[in-house]
T-cell receptor, first 113, second 115 residues
Framework: DAKTTQPTSMDCAEGRAANLPCNHS???????VYWYRQIHSQGPQYIIH???NNETNEMASLIITEDRKSSTLILPHATLRDTAVYYC??????????????FGTGTKLQVIP | GAVVSQHPSWVICKSGTSVKIECRSL??????MFWYRQFPKQSLMLMAT?????????EQGVEKDKFLINHASLTLSTLTVTSAHPEDSSFYIC???????????FGPGTRLLVL
């Protein structure tokens, strides 16, 4: 899996958009960008993933640069419940997700009232 | 959506005893499940890959005789921490991949405290 670099921590005001960056300059052509988050004392939660096109779902948007060397996860209207550690992971996708997931240190997002 | 459960959610045991943690896929079958361990303020570390009907694959540095994994059915994997010691106190998390998506879903975790 390609290595990723994320800021250690970020703050965001409640109701504002949270933009979480991730660098993955060694990403391969068949590797996807995945985002998970872990709320304190809970198991990780899948958020979104993409290959090269921007993706959006009910939780977030994923913006991937044209050269695919970096991406940004956008939470459009952050709430206090979005306070968590966010993990950006680059890996080959496979039907059924049989590839193991290797976690880095992630970004601790603190949403401030 | 896919749901992965774990039991128990937390357990306290005495040093030297064994503890079994269950991981279940509730609405799908999983031939592969994964076990992670997370110490306070650290990231998740993959311990092993659990394979239904065959031996588990352990990551480097994880003692297979201490952390016994049994994947006896397509919906259940168990992790047994044998002869637990205080340093085994940790947050244990499992994950399983539903066949219809290219990702994994994680259980809620089991917090183990060894006294």
């Amino acid at each position: 899996d390609a290595k990723t670099t994320q800021p250690t921590s970020m703050d965001c005001a409640e109701g504002r958009a949270a933009n979480l960056p991730c660098n993955h300059s060694t990403i391969s052509g068949n590797e996807y960008v995945y985002w998970y988050r872990q709320i304190h004392s809970q198991g990780p939660q899948y958020i979104i993933h993409g290959l090269k096109n921007n993706e959006t779902n009910e939780m977030a948007s994923l913006i991937i640069t044209e050269d695919r060397k970096s991406s940004t996860l956008i939470l459009p209207h952050a709430t206090l419940r979005d306070t968590a550690v966010y993990y950006c992971i680059v890996r080959v996708a496979s039907s059924g997700g049989y590839q193991k997931v290797t976690f880095g240190t992630g970004t601790k997002l603190q949403v401030i009232p | 959506g896919a749901v992965v459960s774990q039991h128990p959610s937390w357990v306290i045991c005495k040093s030297g005893t064994s503890v079994k943690i269950e991981c279940r896929s509730l609405d799908f079958q999983a031939t592969t499940m994964f076990w992670y361990r997370q110490f306070p303020k650290q990231s998740l570390m993959l311990m092993a890959t659990s394979n239904e009907g065959s031996k588990a694959t352990y990551e480097q540095g994880v003692e297979k005789d201490k952390f016994l994994i049994n994947h006896a059915s397509l919906t259940l994997s168990t992790l047994t921490v044998t002869s637990a010691h205080p340093e085994d106190s940790s947050f244990y998390i499992c994950s399983a991949p539903p066949p219809w998506v290219e990702t994994q879903y994680f259980g809620p975790g089991t917090r183990l405290l060894v006294l």
